[in-house]
């Protein structure tokens, strides 16, 4: 039997609701992002019809139907990049995103910081960082920032730079886990990005570093044990994208 999109949204929900009461967090301590890359607005408005606000897409070429979407759903919604951006791509980025979850470098976030000014708006941004040491990843390399001075004097650095910027309002951390045959050996790489937030909240007290975006369809239960407030979720409620898809993305 084909489950409908407000099917699979209700069972996402449940399980994000158990992985909650498990760790005696409050329910609306995490957010869903509903990640629709790859799928067309009309299952996109399916899902803002089942309740859902927030949308992530991880390509610039893909929010041209970002508008029709917004004028079609009738409540205000909020979309979340979270994929790589190259620095050319970063104007059109401003223009259809409040969220980024995957600035990694000084570089980029300099960009960023001077379209939003243009453009008078604040970005939310989450600094991505590699807490795996997987060489394919993006990311600021977070992989030994407690044993290796040197990485965690690169990492200090570019973070000391990013929230002295304005027009940019940093708001905590995101990491991809690693594929792995099981979902709870995901755990310590969730594990790691809680810690290394306490371990830059510590230090950069200046802004507020509460967002924690962990978690896809294979391991959002356990990143939510973890303390992820944002899990980012495509297959559960999409149902598969096309392969090609999946492979350019990890
Ligand atoms: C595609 C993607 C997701 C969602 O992955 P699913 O496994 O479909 O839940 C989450 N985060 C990022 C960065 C992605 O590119």
């Known amino acids: 039997m084909v489950s409908t ?26 957010t869903l992002i509903a990640v629709s890359k790859t799928h067309p607005a009309s299952l996109i408005l399916e899902a803002v019809a089942a309740g859902l606000r927030d949308f992530g897409e991880n390509r610039v070429e893909e929010s041209g139907k970002i508008k029709p979407v917004n004028e079609r759903a009738g409540v205000p919604l909020t979309w979340h990049m979270i994929g790589h951006v190259q620095s050319r791509k970063a104007r059109e980025v401003t223009r259809h995103f409040r ?23 604040m970005l ?41 910027l304005p027009g940019l309002r940093v708001r905590g951390l995101m990491t991809i886990a690693p594929i792995v045959p099981e979902p709870e050996q995901a755990r310590p790489y969730f594990v ?20 924690l975006s962990m978690g ?35």
Request: charged fraction near 25%; aromatic fraction near 6%.
């Open 124 to 164: 939310n941004v989450l600094l991505e960082v590699n807490v795996s040491g997987e060489a394919t990843k993006e990311g600021l390399e977070a992989n030994r920032w407690q044993s290796d001075p040197a990485q965690r004097a690169d990492l200090w650095a570019a973070v000391r730079q990013i929230v002295a």
């Open 99 to 121: 969220w980024i979850h995957s600035l990694d470098s000084v570089k980029l976030a300099e960009r960023y910081a001077r379209f939003a000014q243009a453009d008078n708006v």
């Open 216 to 250: 896809m369809t294979d391991d959002y239960s356990i990143a939510i044990e973890e303390g992820a407030t944002f899990v980012r979720i495509g297959r559960a409620i999409f149902g598969a994208r096309e392969q090609v898809q999946d492979k350019a993305e990890r």
């Open 192 to 211: 790691a990005l809680r810690k290394l937030r306490d371990g830059v909240a510590n230090d950069f007290p200046v802004t507020d570093w509460q967002t």
């Open 5 to 30: 999109v407000a099917e699979r949204v209700a069972s996402v929900q449940t399980q994000i609701a158990a992985a909650c009461a498990r760790v005696h967090r409050p329910v609306d301590s995490v």
